[in-house]
C-alpha cells in the first residue's frame, strides 16, 4: 500500500523559510514522479514542482523558480520542497504527491489528474 506521510508546514514571516517533508512508502516501481502541489480555497490545484525518484530530473513552475528547489533522499524515501523567500501569494495547503513514471523521467506538474497517491496536505501561512 502505497502511502504519503507530509511534515514541516506551518507559518512564517514574508521573507521567510519553510522546509516541507513527505516520507513514501510502498512505491514497487524502480522509477516514479513525485511532486509537490498547493491549493487555495476554491481553486484547483496548482503544480509547484516535480521530480523523478533517481533525482535528475526535476521541473519548477515560474511562480515559485528561483525560491523553490525539489530534491529527494533515495535512501530516506523522502520528498523535500526548500521554500525561501515566502511571498504573500504563497500561503495554501501543500500537498506531496506520486506516482509511477509513465512519461520518461518528464514529471508532469499541469494537473493533478496524472497522480493517485497524495499525501495528506499540509497548511503554509505566510504573514506579512
Known amino acids: 500500500q502505497v502511502q504519503l506521510v507530509e511534515s514541516g508546514g506551518g507559518s512564517v514571516e514574508a521573507g521567510g523559510s519553510l522546509r516541507l517533508s513527505c516520507r513514501v512508502s510502498g512505491m514497487t516501481e524502480n522509477s516514479y514522479c513525485m511532486a509537490w502541489f498547493r491549493q487555495d480555497p476554491g481553486k484547483g490545484r496548482e503544480g509547484v514542482a516535480s521530480?523523478?525518484?533517481?533525482?535528475?530530473?526535476?521541473i519548477v513552475a515560474d511562480s515559485v523558480k528561483g525560491r523553490f528547489t525539489i530534491s529527494q533522499d533515495s535512501a530516506k524515501n523522502t520528498l523535500y520542497l526548500q521554500m525561501d523567500s515566502l511571498e504573500p501569494e504563497d500561503p495554501a495547503i501543500y500537498y506531496c504527491?506520486?506516482?509511477?513514471?509513465?512519461?520518461?523521467?518528464?514529471?508532469?506538474?499541469?494537473?493533478?489528474?496524472?497522480?493517485?497517491?497524495w499525501g495528506q496536505g499540509m497548511q503554509v501561512t505566510v504573514s506579512s
Open positions: 521530480i523523478v525518484s533517481d533525482g535528475g530530473r526535476t
Open positions: 504527491t506520486a506516482d509511477r513514471d509513465r512519461w520518461g523521467g518528464f514529471c508532469p506538474m499541469a494537473t493533478s489528474r496524472y497522480y493517485n497517491y
